[in-house]
């Protein structure tokens, strides 16, 4: 099992920055991939960025130049660094843990950014 816990949503004005961390515990395997999904209402999740234990990152294209994905792997820590933020990047932002090898997913409870115009 691997436990997630994510701070650093809230509110913030258009074009403004947030911050998000995420801290694993529990049977952290060595090959994994770390990041986070979205989800707005009434809309599906969707992936944000993610980071390998290689250190390769993926983002979608919508925050692409303006969200910055990195890890601390001595602390188990994902962190996203989210800037020029828009109204449309509303949404709860869930932490994930994929345990590559078993191809198993693992979820944080969520937290909400809101971005006002």
């Known amino acids: 099992q691997v436990q997630l816990v994510e701070s650093g949503g809230g509110l913030v004005q258009a074009g403004g920055s947030l911050r998000l961390s995420c801290a694993a515990s529990g049977s952290i395997f060595s090959v994994n991939v770390m990041g986070w999904y979205r989800q707005a209402p009434g809309k599906q999740r969707e992936l944000v960025a993610g980071?390998?234990?290689?250190?390769?990152?993926n983002y979608a294209d919508f925050v692409k130049g303006r969200f910055t994905i990195s890890r601390d792997d001595a602390k188990n820590t994902v962190l996203l660094q989210m800037d020029s933020l828009k109204p449309e990047d509303t949404a709860v932002y869930y932490c994930?843990?994929?345990?590559?090898?078993?191809?198993?997913?693992?979820w944080g409870q969520g937290t909400q950014v809101t971005v006002s115009s």
């Open positions: 980071i390998s234990s290689g250190g390769s990152t």
């Open positions: 994930y843990f994929h345990k590559v090898l078993i191809n198993r997913h693992y």
